[in-house]
Structures are given as C-alpha cells and as structure tokens.
C-alpha cells in the first residue's frame, strides 16, 4: 500500500539524535526520557482518549508502563526480532512530545493484548490531513478473537472526531493473513510500497 507524503515510518528517527543518544549510558537515557516528559507538558498533546467495552477491553494512549509490551508486540507479532528495547523508549517518547503521533494499547484483565501507532499528516492529493497506521498488532494467542477489529473500530472513531476522513497503512508482502483482515473492514489495496535503505 501507498506510503503517503509526510508520513514517517515508527522505525525511522533524526541520525543525529540516534548518534548521540546511543553513546549515553542507561542513567543518561533516563535524563532523556525526563527531558521529553518535560517538554511534552509545555506543547499541546493528543488527548488521552479511554473507552472500556463489555469484553472488558480498555483501550488508551500508552504510557512508560506499556512500553516493555509494545517491545514484545512489535517484535513477535510484527516481527522487528532485532529491535532494541531502549532505542525503542527513546522513539516513543519522541513521538509522544509530538501531537502529530499517537501510540494506543488495548488491554484485558490488566494485560496488554494489542497496540497501534498512528499518525496525522497532509497528502498533495486530499483535502485536510489524513490518519496513517503505522503499526497494529495483537497477541497471537489473543487473535481472531475481535480485538484487533475493535482496535481499528477506534481508530476510526478517532479518526471521526478529529474530522480526518482517509485513513491508510502500508503492510509487508508476505503478511496475507493482515491484508485479508483490513480488506475485512472495509480496507482497499490500492498500490505498491517501496524502501531504499541508505
């Protein structure tokens, strides 16, 4: 699918950033996530938004405490085995300080069974901004059981009452059974996606 104009894939973050934030020890990086904390109250965030359903689902903006389960998603659902779990923190809280970026987690019984990273950007060819899904996953002994399409039903009721109309996302070739689940909801499969590592 087509990776549109502005949007910024969660892997990917300032060079600069990265170089210097990689040589700082453990103590150090925990300066930085104090320092995003700082700067995220004195700009205007995302909302929390929370809702509980009657499957006992509580679904929510995600907070320091849900990153070691996000970590665990990402890399045995989507399969980003090489991720490390710190850089990991350092790109959450970046995205986290910018309102354009929003990462949510679902959870049952006080564990986390799903998440999904968003972002709102403006296209060249639609009117107003559209909302990207950067990443959806669920735990695999949790799936096919309607949480990933209660997620999406979130998502898109977020998407309603921020006045976003397009939603889109891209999806790895060989995940057939996620395309067959977004073409489920009501998703198109409109184009290619391309990468160049530089």
């Known amino acids: 699918m087509q990776l549109y104009p502005g949007a910024k894939p969660f892997s990917l973050f300032s060079r600069s950033f990265y170089s210097h934030a990689a040589r700082h020890s453990h103590e150090n990086q925990q300066g930085i996530l104090k320092f995003f904390r700082n700067a995220r109250q004195k700009k205007s965030s995302i909302k929390q938004r929370q809702t509980s359903t009657p499957d006992n689902i509580t679904i929510q903006e995600a907070e320091s405490k849900h990153y070691s389960s996000i970590h665990g998603l990402i890399i045995n659902e989507l399969g ?30 006080g564990r986390v069974v ?11 060819n639609i009117d107003g901004e559209y909302l990207q899904i950067s990443a959806l996953a669920v735990l695999k002994d949790r799936q096919n059981k309607g949480i990933g399409k209660r997620i999406l039903k979130w998502v898109e009721e977020y998407a309603a009452n921020n006045d976003i109309q397009n939603i889109v996302l891209t999806s790895r070739l060989h995940r057939t059974d996620a395309h067959a689940f977004y073409e489920k ?9 391309f990468k160049k590592y530089l």
């Open 80 to 109: 980003y085995d090489q991720l490390d779990f710190e850089e990991l923190i350092i790109r959450l809280e970046l995205m986290k300080a910018d309102d354009k970026y929003l990462t949510v987690v679902a959870e049952m019984e």
């Open 114 to 124: 799903g998440f999904v990273g968003l972002y709102k950007g403006i296209a060249y």
């Open 185 to 193: 909801n009501g998703y198109e499969k409109k184009s290619y996606g």
